[in-house]
């Protein structure tokens, strides 16, 4: 059973179509992320959200919109796809805002390429 | 805002050879923790060894340990016999609880370690 599972793990599509990945934690976290890694494998974060609330929401732009119908969910919308869109992203979780001191958990990451 | 700095963008050993990997922080909390993750090429984020600063004595984890300096503010990591298996990207992490725990984690740029056989 994977802990923090994302679909797909690869997505190709093309410039200005709009696309959404999707996460899933089945560890009782409260916080779930979304990272970004470019292709220098620099990590940022990007948003958290905390049972269901937004707690984090770095500068990233609106085409980048969050969702998490429930704790156990955060999915990732993004509509007119860019070229430097392209990355990896990974959700991750932690017990909580204030219980990641244990680190997080990531799931696998979604290849994104956009032509 | 705090900063992580991996100094070494790529590394290379030979394999059953001893490395380490070097990160240094910026921070002005006294309370805080530290992380090394490695990603392998199938690109799963693995917590290889957890460091809390409220502690003197440093992590180890079977052939990973750390040197935890905190005054210095350096956290670096040593793999002892190095294996095939550790070839990856390695990233140093930061947590604190200012701003409630809000930030997350803060990665450095990484390292590259490439075993040599």
């Known amino acids: 059973d994977t802990a923090v599972s994302q679909t797909p793990k690869y997505l190709v599509t093309q410039m200005g179509n709009d696309k959404s990945i999707k996460c899933e934690q089945n560890?009782?976290?409260?916080?779930m992320y979304w990272y970004k890694q470019d292709s220098k494998k620099f990590l940022k974060i990007m948003f958290s959200y905390n049972n269901k609330e937004l707690i984090i929401n770095e500068t990233v732009p609106n085409r980048f919109s969050p969702k998490s119908p429930d704790k156990a969910h955060l999915n990732l919308h993004i509509n007119s796809l860019e070229l430097g869109d392209s990355a990896v992203y990974f959700c991750?979780?932690?017990?909580?805002?204030?219980?990641?001191?244990?680190?997080?958990?990531f799931g696998s990451g979604t290849r994104l390429t956009v032509v | 805002a705090q900063t992580v700095t991996q100094s070494q963008p790529e590394m290379s050993v030979q394999e059953a050879e001893t490395v380490t990997l070097s990160c240094t922080y910026d921070t002005s909390e006294s309370d805080y923790y530290l992380f090394w993750y490695k990603q392998p090429p199938s690109r799963q984020m693995i917590l290889v060894i957890r460091?809390?600063?409220?502690?003197?004595q440093n992590a180890t984890e079977n052939r990973f340990s750390v040197n935890f300096q905190k005054a210095a503010k350096s956290f670096s990591l040593k793999i002892s016999d190095s294996q095939l298996g550790d070839a990856a990207m390695y990233f140093c992490?930061?947590?604190?609880?200012?701003?409630?725990?809000?930030?997350?984690?803060?990665f450095g740029k990484g390292t590259h370690l490439i075993i040599q056989p």
């Open positions: 991750a979780s932690s017990p909580g805002p204030y219980r990641t001191n244990y680190g997080y958990t």
């Open positions: 460091q809390e600063a409220y502690k003197q």
């Open positions: 560890l009782g976290h409260d916080t």
């Open positions: 992490a930061y947590f604190s609880y200012s701003g409630g725990g809000a930030d997350g984690l803060t």
